[in-house]
């Protein structure tokens, strides 16, 4: 069985990963012709961490930011499935101090970023689902 400590580790790295990939990809506010579409980011991100590891890493993230309404409760729905049990009871006792400890970097990546992610990976995973 994971311990709590090793899944929050095994998290932790993949959200810096995330981060790197949108450092990489999504461009700044003065930057509109180099950047890559939710699709392209989702699809990358698929790519380099699975459909299972990306959903858990975005639900904790999510569940983090459970207050921000620019994640769209549809995709927390989505989501909530792929939330480790030992993560929501470290959520549950002390929220953001838990959770910025562990994750760190978590507002590297606006939450509007993050939804247009998840919206993307949703029809992602549909599609590709679909043709297996």
Request: charged share 30%; net charge negative.
């Amino acid at each position: 069985m994971i311990t709590t400590r090793e899944e929050w580790t095994r998290i932790s790295n993949n959200w810096e990963r995330i981060v790197e990939v949108f450092n990489a990809k999504v461009p700044d506010s003065n930057d509109t012709k180099n950047g890559a579409t939710p699709d392209d980011v989702a699809r990358h991100l698929t790519e380099l961490l699975g459909f299972d590891t990306l959903k858990e890493t975005l639900a904790v993230v999510c569940e983090a930011k459970k207050h921000d309404g620019r994640i769209y409760n549809e995709n927390r729905t989505y989501l909530r499935p792929s939330l480790p049990s030992s993560v929501v009871s470290d959520l549950a006792e002390d929220e953001m101090v838990i959770v910025k400890a562990r994750l760190g970097h978590l507002d590297d990546i606006h939450p509007t970023h993050i939804n247009q992610t998840i919206s993307a990976l949703k029809k992602f995973e549909e599609i590709t689902r679909s043709i297996r």
